[in-house]
């Protein structure tokens, strides 16, 4: 395995970050170039098939001798930094309001776009003690690169994922000025494209790791920018593989050289905690090693002691290893501190879970895109990545999967502190088709750039998993040979083939390759709600334990959620000092100002906010309802402003929390343990007993033992009505257990309420609380007299109208005119448009803007948002199109349109029309009289309001424009 390079405790440091020239193109001049190596094309498979590397094939060509080019760099940007960020490249004058409108939504605009290759070069005065160090140039993140010092090359480097270094030494001058030139290319990488269905792209940018769709395929450097003088000879690296019960662990030390050695080496070693009391053997133990060659290797085992501590993330404990290396000469000297946690990250003892340290973990999960919205990269400090991880940590995350990219060095320094579990990804992003290790050179990269992100971040201990990629069918049996190499040169991790390999292909078999399997579905039914409670009556009883039943390996579901919330136009100003336009934004502000509702976006907005936190939340319950069940990765608590924009975050890209929902709320159903009311509805009748089972998702530090579960049921006004104990019990560790049943009889609930569910368990902080709607089994649901209730827009309403009196038109969904209304769906928009082609009558709607106040649905408990109640209302209805209404015409229960067709759709809307009082209602309420107690509550508060003196229109609508509505379809 490829060892990764950082620099030791006492290295010299030079850093070259500030202004450096710059200029587009290549460097140097294709007249004064060597022959080199390629990645593309045949060359690296010959060279590789020989037993090199890709990186030592870029660089056996020989080096670019020539002068610095006559024709230098003529501008200046600021590095670390971007083409971007310095806003060179190409103006994107495509960021036009006029333009094409799929385009304008796709993602968020740069304003500044460049391709290919780019010269970024800088001339540093390096001093003259330097002239017997070994010299390193680290690029701490960028893209393909290729080095030259003063004129002559120095190498290339493809890591994507981690740092580049270069060894100069010999190339830099000590004493004197060096021209230091940088080549970056983001236009041609080696991974390769792929094809299929005579398509093609390229691998990297079709990935998060330099998507157009949220990082961008910026051109530049990030990071760390530094010269590195180290001893001649120095520790290079130090690997730490824990055996976490033997309190012990495999320490592997890379010792390099730049001069000739052949001696004797002493490296001491101490270790000591970090970040807790402990203090951990303070003299030391010394080994000693004849060293020789330009890099020699020590292994030997570190015992730390019975009561050394262990990394979880309850207890984030970690330790530092200080190395110590002397000659015998007394001469050589070079020291080194890493730090590490003893951790066991592994596969259960039933197979189909995870465990830490011997305790079962359940995986709540994040699918992080790379979104940074400011610079259009990622995050490159520890301090910008514990603030990152803490918001995400509010919201009770314990492990984030890295969609398609790997995070920097940063990312999991916080991770580690925290006690967060991470899976970083390789750059591969696909579907069923496109299979990547079918071609070498892709293959063959993603085995090196593997083998370097193992090496580079394998001593963290927050680094527990590795996915090949996302959703990527991956049928060429070197995915065989890929999962073996890594488990070989790192155990300590687990590995998969891709994050739901093959896609929506959900055939068990053999061809799966990994240690767990993350998918949306199995061969046997889903594993994620998106679309569930469009067919299904809500409840809180279902559970993926049937679609998982066949699994033998731990199962993580794909990319739950995905409930796409409205827009909040505010967040435009924030682009202002960004790399991007939020040309998406402004398209849908401006046509909803064109329609007349700009002034409803803050209501829609936190109306499908709060809708889409009730979907959230029973999607992530019905994966702890499940037994067995090892997590989750979310998509995701923050916005995606790319494939059409998807809107689904509980943050918005900056991270700025949206109000929508308190995280503190949203932990008492996603924590460490979690309290779960199983019942078989939402709505009951007073004739019923409202009944429920009461379980704990225990999957904290340990057992709760001896606790007491308690309940009670709370009316609209607070006041209980029933409330109970159930009995003491012991909860264990790891999984899902029944604490025992509630019954209350509902015979005192006189009218209708939103009653309040709340559980807990005495003595802790453990509590949650459940909303049902009771309403009177029997219902008065006679017209009062002076109301005409009609089906059909015809000459008897029209005349009734026409004689002042009060009308209740409840249209047939079935007879309605198509091209003025759209279906109803009860579930929010899944992810954005881009997974929908609707034309004018389909509804891919987000939830219900509802007037609680309003005195029609005074007989009718609601929130001003969707909720479970009105399941069967919505799932038999159409929504009018009420667009070319009076801009302050607003229904009283009105469907949120896509931001993208902005339709103002009515449910529930009055109106006076030619002296007359109407009232519509288009949910299909004569239909559910019978069977739906909210049908017929409804219907009844729709006759009292009528009834009443309140019943006063302000509101008008024309008699065509009623026409134009309701037009009864022609027969076919």
Not at 774 to 781: H, I, R
Request: with cysteine; glycine share 8%; hydrophobic share 35%.
């Amino acid at each position: 395995m490829r060892d990764y390079y950082s620099h030791t405790d006492d290295a010299i440091v030079i850093s070259l970050e500030g202004q450096w020239q710059f200029r587009k193109g290549e460097y140097p001049p294709k007249e004064a170039a060597t022959e080199e190596y390629s990645t593309k094309g045949g060359s690296t498979e010959e060279y590789s098939a020989k037993g090199g590397s890709m990186e030592d094939a870029a660089t056996e060509g020989g080096a670019a001798k020539g002068a610095f080019p006559e024709e230098e760099p003529n501008e200046t940007v600021i590095l670390p930094g971007t083409t971007d960020t310095n806003r060179k490249g190409v103006f994107n004058t495509s960021a036009d309001l006029n333009g094409d409108v799929k385009e304008l939504t796709q993602k968020l605009q740069r304003r500044y776009e460049y391709t290919g290759k780019a010269v970024y070069a800088k001339t540093v005065r390096i001093p003259a003690d330097w002239e017997d160090k070994c010299i390193v140039l680290l690029l701490e993140r960028t893209r393909e690169t290729r080095v030259w010092i003063n004129g002559t090359y120095a190498g290339w480097r493809n890591a994507l994922g981690t740092a580049q270094a270069f060894d100069v030494t010999g190339l830099i001058v000590p004493g004197c000025e060096n021209t230091i030139a940088i080549e970056v290319d983001n236009g041609n990488y080696s991974a390769g494209k792929w094809f299929s269905n005579g398509e093609s792209g390229d691998w990297i940018t079709n990935s998060h790791m330099a998507t157009g769709e949220t990082a961008t395929n910026w051109n530049g450097i990030i990071g760390k920018i530094q010269l590195i003088a180290e001893s001649p000879v120095f520790i290079k690296s130090i690997s730490v593989s824990p055996q976490a019960f033997e309190r012990k662990a495999r320490i592997r030390v890379a010792v390099g050289s730049s001069i000739m050695t052949d001696g004797t080496v002493t490296v001491t070693f101490r270790g000591a905690s970090r970040n807790h009391d402990e203090i951990r053997d303070p003299d030391g133990i010394s080994v000693d090693f004849h060293a020789n060659g330009p890099e020699t290797f020590i292994e030997f085992d570190y015992f730390f002691g019975r009561e050394a501590k262990l990394w979880s993330e309850f207890t984030p404990v970690l330790y530092r290893l200080s190395a110590g290396l002397s000659a015998e000469n007394g001469r050589i000297k070079s020291c080194r501190t890493i730090s590490f946690g003893l951790r066991d990250f592994r596969i259960g003892g039933k197979g189909k879970q995870f465990e830490i340290n011997g305790l079962t973990t359940f995986l709540r999960g994040e699918a992080n895109c790379n979104v940074f919205p400011v610079t259009g990269y990622c995050i490159m400090d520890k301090e910008g990545w514990t603030e990152f991880l803490l918001k995400l940590r509010a919201f009770g995350v314990n492990f984030l999967r890295f969609h398609s990219w790997c995070p920097p060095q940063a990312a999991f320094e916080a991770a580690d502190e925290l006690g967060m579990y991470m899976q970083p990804e390789l750059y591969l992003f696909g579907f069923t088709g496109r299979d990547p290790f079918a071609t070498y050179n892709t293959y063959a990269y993603m085995k090196e750039e593997g083998e370097r992100i193992l090496a580079a971040y394998a001593n963290h201990p927050s680094f527990v998993m590795l996915s090949f990629g996302n959703e990527i069918a991956v049928k060429d049996v070197r995915k065989i040979d890929l999962y073996r190499h890594f488990q070989a040169i790192d155990p300590g991790r687990l590995y998969t083939e891709g994050t739901c390999s093959f896609f929506w292909d959900n055939a068990e078999g053999d061809r799966y390759i990994g240690d767990y399997r993350t998918a949306m579905a199995t061969s046997v039914g889903t594993c994620r709600e998106q679309f569930y409670y469009e067919a299904n009556p809500p409840s809180t009883e279902f559970n993926f334990g049937r679609s998982i039943s066949e699994m033998k390996k731990p199962f993580i579901s794909h990319e739950i959620g995905q409930y796409q919330i409205y827009p909040d136009y505010d967040e435009i100003a924030k682009y202002e000092d960004t790399v991007f336009r939020p040309v998406n934004f402004e398209y849908f502000r401006d046509l909803l100002e064109r329609k007349g509702m700009l002034g409803q976006y803050k209501d829609f907005h936190k109306a499908s906010g709060q809708w889409a936190a009730i979907l959230y939340r029973e999607e992530v319950e019905a994966a702890l309802r499940t037994p067995q069940f090892a997590g989750y990765q979310l998509l995701s608590f923050q916005d995606f402003p790319g494939q059409q924009t998807a809107l689904v975050g509980f943050y918005d890209s900056f991270m700025d929390l949206k109000n929508i929902v308190k995280p503190e709320e949203f932990r008492r159903w996603n924590s460490e343990t979690v309290l779960l009311a199983s019942m078989p509805k939402y709505v009951w009748t007073n004739a019923e007993n409202f009944a429920a089972e009461i379980k704990a998702a225990n999957y904290s530090a340990g057992p709760l033992n001896g606790v007491v579960p308690f309940w009670s049921l709370k009316d609209g006004k607070g006041c209980t009505l029933s409330s109970g104990m159930l009995e003491r019990v012991d909860i264990p560790q790891g999984g899902l257990m029944l604490l025992g049943e509630i019954n209350a009889p509902l015979g005192n609930v006189a009218i209708s309420q939103k009653l309040t569910l709340e559980i807990g368990i005495g003595n802790t902080p453990i509590h949650t609380s459940y909303f049902i709607w009771a309403y009177p089994e029997e219902t008065d649901l006679s017209v009062p007299e002076g109301i005409y209730t009609a089906r059909v827009y015809d000459e008897a309403a029209k005349k009734a109208l026409a004689a002042g009196d009060r009308v209740l038109l409840l249209p047939e969904p079935s007879r309605l005119n198509t091209e003025k209304s759209v279906s109803s769906k009860f579930m929010t928009d899944f992810w954005s448009k881009a997974f929908h082609y609707y034309d004018k009558c389909d509804s891919y709607s987000l939830g219900l803007l509802i007037d609680p106040a309003h005195p029609a649905l005074s007989g009718f408990p609601t929130d001003f948002h969707s909720n479970w109640q009105w399941y069967d209302l919505v799932k038999n209805s159409r929504s009018i199109i009420l667009d070319g209404t009076e801009a302050s015409f607003k229904p009283i229960v009105q469907t949120i349109d896509h931001p993208d067709r902005s339709f103002k759709l009515g449910n529930i809307f009055e109106a006076e029309v030619n002296g007359g009082r109407l009232l519509v209602c288009s949910f299909d309420l004569p239909a559910l009289l019978k069977s739906r107690p909210e049908a017929r509550q409804l219907y009844k508060s729709l006759l009292a309001y009528m009834d009443s003196d309140l019943f006063k229109p302000s509101q008008t609508l024309a008699e065509e424009c009623l026409e134009a509505l309701f037009v009864r379809q022609k027969e076919n």
